[in-house]
């Protein structure tokens, strides 16, 4: 199989990544993506690896899954993830996947990697007299289509507001650079996603990976129906009061597939990674 990975392939996690594939006798080449023109589309490749949800990504993604040619994509992992896949260390998990950001394999998965991560269901964890807490997310990521955050929020709180009384509070993305002004004066601090769930009733957000935090820290969520764990969350504001919790059974077999959509450096490069993304390329 001949692949084309689209990254700087000096970066560690890209040395890795490629490691992993020569394991299993596959061939890849790297290419610098913000170098990447449609007039250049490469043809004679298998399959195509892209490492983000950037508009160039996207492109690149469009271009080559309109020729036929299926498109994975790396990225930041769902669990124990880092903050930046170019730093990541061998302790670190980036998802690996076919179908686009967050996407996850069909299932069911078999539990062995959420046990090794010691993942159980937790006990429902949320504070009876608690506030509903909004998250907000990073203004121009590919993971959303928010054009302004502000804005949503208003929208959000103001939705919440007809359906509960309890005290809403918005979380600014800690890579949020808009003006605290924008945000009808919220203070200047972040608070720690630890103390804002530690005093939540439930969460709402569109689809940001602290939602996930949130559902395994115990609290009942409130996502976009897109979100890639809405099925084990709540779409619809108006049960704010009395949200759907997972059964136990439910709530792991989603879990079992968000790990088996992430993998560390290890992984990467002994060809674990790769063995099982191929295999789900196949099936």
Known sequence: MRLLFFENTCLPYAKA??????????????????????????GGFDAVIVTGAQPIDRTIAEAYNAAGVPVSIIELGHIRRCNDKFRATDDDYLQWVWGGLNSLPAGPCPDDRRLALGIEKPRLNRKQDGHILVLGQKPGDGQHDIEDMPAWWRETRNRIAQHTSRPIVFRRHPKDRTPFAKYDGLDSSVMTLEYAFDNAWACVTCNSNAGLKALLHGLPVFCHPGASYAGIANTDLASIETPHIARKAEWCAFINCVCYAQWNLDEFRDGTAWGYVKSCLAS
Do not use: N, S
């Open 17 to 42: 990544i490629m490691d992993g594939i020569r394991c299993h006798g596959d061939r890849v080449a790297g290419r610098r993506p913000e170098r990447w023109r449609p007039d250049e589309f490469e």
